[in-house]
């Protein structure tokens, strides 16, 4: 099955998301194109890389992944397309795609000029042709040669020493859920068997599996499904209530 997801910025209102659905299905009306989000804040290429991170592992290896998030912003640097644990993304040389993974891709293909055209909208002009085409058999050697300006970027890391962990919000969700930066795996591996997660204005010092483990309106915390901190307040936005956001700091201390 040829198949493409579809990750960007657009929003729903406008005409971009049909167009650029519309250039891929006129080269392969075949393409099966799975939207995985159009609501990614504007130029926002780490909640972009979030997303797509926390999801495309869930697909069928081989699926190209098409991301336009900020392709015409001044830090984009091309378009471009790697192979990421079998999987394909095709995308702006901007560092969304540098954000996928703790390692960089086996494969960087900087697409030709030949294959780049001025445009205002090279999400459709440029990086949908490629993608479907790519779904449709084509290999990304074919539109370009090995990349040696791969652009990167780093997403927040939490800091660990024996005595704590600091890490921050990453994201909130629509219930307002915060999901952090802190890794169950150095959680386990600090953890003495006591500690006290501190946020915004409460504490916990037991961890849970679920949301229904504690009362509505009262604060949880758990490693949520992709092995992350997750806290906030079940039957309640976290966000809201505790006065939290993206980036707010999130304490784990030992011992305690």
Known sequence: MALVTFLSD???????????????????????????????????????????????????????????????????????????????????????????????????????????????????????????????????HDFGGPSSSFKKLMSRQAKATREQIIGHVIRVDRYGNLITNIKKEIFEKLNPGSFTIQFGRETVNRLQTGYDQVEAGDPYAFFNSLDLLEIGINHGNGGSLLGLKQDSVVYVIFGS
């Open 10 to 140: 657009f929003g729903d209102k406008d005409y971009y998301v049909p167009a650029v659905k519309a250039k891929m299905l006129s080269i392969n009306p075949q393409l099966h194109i799975v939207d995985i989000s159009h609501t990614i804040n504007p130029f926002d290429l780490e909640q972009a890389a979030f997303i797509l991170r926390s999801t495309f592992r869930e697909f069928p290896k081989g699926t190209v992944h098409l991301v336009g998030v900020n392709t015409t912003g001044t830090m984009t640097a091309g378009y471009i397309g790697i192979k990421l644990e079998d999987h394909i993304f095709i995308g702006p040389n901007n560092g969304v795609l540098s954000m996928l993974a703790d390692y960089d891709p086996g494969i960087i293909v900087q697409f030709a000029d030949i294959h780049v055209k001025d445009s205002t909208f090279p999400t459709r002009d440029i990086l949908a042709p490629i993608a479907a085409k790519v779904a449709s058999g084509a290999a990304i």
